[in-house]
């Protein structure tokens, strides 16, 4: 029979069929941030995808949904192999991000399945509950729930950005499911990925196989000034929230370029109170994103930051607070499995570079219980949490074909 392959034009289907639901207008992206409309939309169309393929589906109590598929001469009662990612995006989101991952898992057991072939152990594809944590921190709530790293009740009474929380938004949309969190722990987890960065298209190399994910450090910090008048107002009577919270945006840059390696920052989200040309703000809330390679250097600059906080409150008289929002160690994967995915690339005759991940992945929660992998494709200009991301079919071709060598081989598929 050979090597199988999937179907890339049935996935580009499925790819661009989903991003319909929270299409951003004039752009190939979408919006759907977690537990909203649009992603109870999505959810549901991929569930009616996974029901097609006569998966048993699974929704847990954070909602994260996973279907698992039986061939005819499959043991029901072997630990199952795992792929999936998430189908939440950010409010400007592209249409592959975490897209990607759960599709090109249902396309392998669809592939599997029209050959009438029978894996030992079952398959299964999960889509996991407000990955992205931009309305919902941290990010990856839902996989760490689901590998009991967060206690169901507290995930639940997490609060938005929104003034919203996560269990009534669940109840809301109808995916307060009643599976057990923790949930059945795999016999290992792939996920398929972009790569969300630039260095595969740099290097023109098609499959990266990824032996790590960057520690992640997420702060809120909460600056109260007091309101005043813009103009009457002398400079040495004000206590200026909104020039705190400009002023901490700088100290970032300074601090991440004073490290260099691999460390980034980004100060994302500001919000100022009134918010108003002629007041001066009385409240400025702002979010700090910090990640490094390295975990010690990474709490090196946190404390930094910590430090350069409460000098400047001090110094402008202003009430401070910092709050974490996320804070994840690096993560290793399996170095096995990691090999796996350069056997399978060089196989399938196609390019491939191990390398660390820069974002969060579920992935990176299933490595604290069972052994985990990523496969990365390329995308384009390394572009991504954009409405323009873009990886071509035949790059999706490519990563699902690996990801597909690596579910058959884990699942027990033997085929001539
Ligand atoms: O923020 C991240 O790394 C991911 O997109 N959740
Ligand atoms: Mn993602
Ligand atoms: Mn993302």
Redesign the pocket.
Known sequence: MGMLHVNSERLWGRISELAQVGAIDGTMGCSRLALTDEDAEGRRLVITWMQDLGMDIAIDGIGNVVGTWYGPDTDRHLPAVMTG??IDTVKTGGRF??NL?VLAGLEVIETIAEQGLSPQHPISVGFFTG??GSRYAPDMLGSLVYVGGLGLESALEIKGIDGTNVGEELERINFRGQAPCPGPIPKAFIEL??E?GPILEAENIAIGAVDSVQGISWTQITIEGQSNHAGTTPMHMRHDAGWVAGEITSYVRRLVKEIGGNQVGTVGKIDLVPNLVNVVASKATLTVDLRNTDDEILKDAELQLANFCDNLSTQEEVKLHREVLARFEPVTFDDALVGDVIRFSELLDISVKQMTSG???DAQMFARVCPAVMIFVPSENGLSHNPDEFTSQKEIEDGSNVLLQMMAELSGLHYD
């Open positions: 990612s998430h991000d975490g991952g990955e992205e990925h972009i969300q974002a969060g992945h």
